[in-house]
């Protein structure tokens, strides 16, 4: 079993995942962080579930050999569709970010009617219906997929007008049927929180999962006597980094999201695992 001051394995298909390791290094600053982004691979959401299985057990074989003592599934697509078969691979604790979404925008919606966002595999897999409707029968869910937004989002595309036109499409369908809660259901999109903001208005609430899939990693950790004690600047180790291609953009990226010009990325041959 690993100790305390063992990391946190975050993964994601690519640089999405960040949003959720900046929310983890804001709430636990104790906590070390073994990211990895699967950036030869992305994007996930317009893959079958048997390949998102296939890829998500590739990684979780890779983090755990990085001796990490928790799991954080910083990505939706795989969430939805592998979180049962990371549960059954490892003994860890597993956390994935539809459930904490879910129940964070079921809490806000005032007139119960709930839009998501999310890749195809996502809105497909019907997760966040799934969810939402366990918690409140009542509440009206409605899906849109937006295949093109995590390509932008990877192309560093996060203030363009070629995004907010596609944004401006994809959301029109949701705004024209009245919804109050919007739920960022792809761990690439708040990211674009400010763009789609512009387009929803004060009217409608963004609900970005990461804040409380962070929560409730920390409520986990607590509760299991899992928590590393020792401040973060005297652990002698830093947070680390791994993708499956170009290391060099990635850190580009993850220097500016985490705000952090130290941050190191490494390669990793993710298909031998
Ligand atoms: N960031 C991921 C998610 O939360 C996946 C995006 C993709 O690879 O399509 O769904």
């Known amino acids: ?34 990211y990895f982004g699967d950036t030869a691979r992305v994007p996930y959401g317009s893959k079958s579930k048997a390949t998102i299985t296939k890829f998500t057990k590739q990684i979780v074989r ?8 928790a799991l954080v599934i910083a990505c939706n697509t795989m969430s939805a569709y592998a979180i049962d078969e990371v549960e059954k691979e ?3 604790p597993v956390i994935g970010v539809v459930k904490p979404g879910a129940r964070v ?19 497909g897999s019907g997760m966040y219906e799934r969810f939402i409707t366990n918690i409140d029968p009542t509440v009206n869910v409605l899906g849109k997929a937006c295949p093109l ?10 203030d363009d007008p070629v995004t907010d036109e596609v944004a401006r499409r994809y959301l029109k369908e949701l705004m024209d049927q009245d919804i109050d809660t919007l739920i960022m259901g792809c761990t690439h999109y708040p ?6 903001k512009r387009l ?9 999962p990461a804040y409380e899939t962070a929560r409730e990693l920390k409520e986990m950790l607590t509760e299991n006597g899992m928590l590393n004690d020792k401040p973060f600047n005297e652990q002698g180790k830093d947070h680390e980094f791994y993708v499956s291609d170009l290391a060099d953009k990635f850190t580009r990226f993850a220097a500016e999201i985490l705000d952090n010009n130290g941050i190191n990325t490494r390669k990793v041959d993710i298909e031998t695992y």
């Not at 925008?105 to 809105?123: D, L």
């Not at 937004?149 to 996060?158: A, D, I, K, Q, S």
């Open 90 to 92: 490892v003994s860890l």
């Open 200 to 208: 929803v208005g004060d009217k409608v609430r963004l609900v970005n």
């Open 105 to 123: 925008a079921v809490s806000q919606t005032k007139n119960k009617r709930i839009g998501v966002i999310a890749t195809e595999g996502t809105i």
């Open 149 to 158: 937004f995590c390509p932008l989002v990877e192309e560093g595309m996060l």
């Open 1 to 34: 079993m690993p100790d305390n001051g063992a990391p946190i394995g975050v993964f994601d298909s690519g640089v999405g995942g960040l949003t959720v390791a900046k929310e983890i290094m804001a709430q636990i600053p104790n906590e070390r962080i073994v």
């Open 62 to 69: 890779f983090l755990m050999t990085q001796d990490v003592k």
């Open 191 to 196: 990211l674009l929180a400010p763009a789609l």
